[in-house]
């Protein structure tokens, strides 16, 4: 599992690599669409937000132009496309990093990957309409996250026998089909999905069951930056989740997560390197 191959670049995952998310959607549920400015995308806030989460030392750069966090807004595929296509340009021309695209969309994964992304992420598990056959088609990693519902239904009322079981399950049966597609066993990337059709507790037995999705062999994502479940557990709002949100990450680096999707790169990357430096000493 230690190499991953993203287009041009590899990333080294015996080490927790860090992703940022930059979203180019004017409905963000963290940073309300901060990187628009009268409802266009300002390049010189998205490439100065880019550069800043490398500078940090983010690995990966995670686009994406569809809003999934509950109740979200729909979104045309000629819409996310119009945003991330032309956002994915800039980091590509800019910047020394993967770029992942956070999209279900698979006219974009195919145009993306001609544009020089290192990695797709789908929140559907390329579920959707020719997603597989786009995504094995670049050759690119892939992402495939559990999710019950939709983002506009998830929280109404996620119900599981076992949700750990129940969402390994999902995930081992999707890793299984994109391998049948010709996708290599070592670019597929394993993601709970965590507050995509999920109750508090079952959000915290998920995270408590990482070393289950680890020992899959597949290299696990985890994504828990600012979600309403710490919301639920601490009464905190969004912007008041950090030191939640590093608890999750340390919890996860401990137990071998390969990759941590965050908006705060900073101070994500110093828990990182604590955790692998104490899992690093000898007896
Ligand atoms: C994620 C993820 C993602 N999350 C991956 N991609 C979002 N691979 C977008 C809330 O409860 O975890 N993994 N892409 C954002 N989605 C949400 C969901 C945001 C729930 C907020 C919540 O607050």
Redesign the pocket.
Known sequence: MAILKCASRNLDLSTTQVMGILNVTPDS??DGGSLFVKEQLSTDALLSAATEMVEQGASIL?I?GES???NAQLVTEQQEMDRVLPALELLVKNLDVVVSI?SSNAALMTEAAKLGAGML?D?RALERQGALAAAAATGLPV?L?HMQGT?QTM?QAPAYQSVKAEVMEYLSARAQLCEQAGIEAEKIIL?P????GKTLEQNLQLLQHTPAFVASGYPV????S????F?QLLARD?GDRLAAGLASVAYAVMHGAAIV?VHDVKETVDVVRVIEAVKGQGE
């Open positions: 549920f963290s995670d994406g999934t966090r509950p956070d992420n929140v992402c996250m983002p929280q993601d999905g965590f507050g995509f994502l985890i994504g828990t600012r979600k309403s479940m919301g969004v999707r």
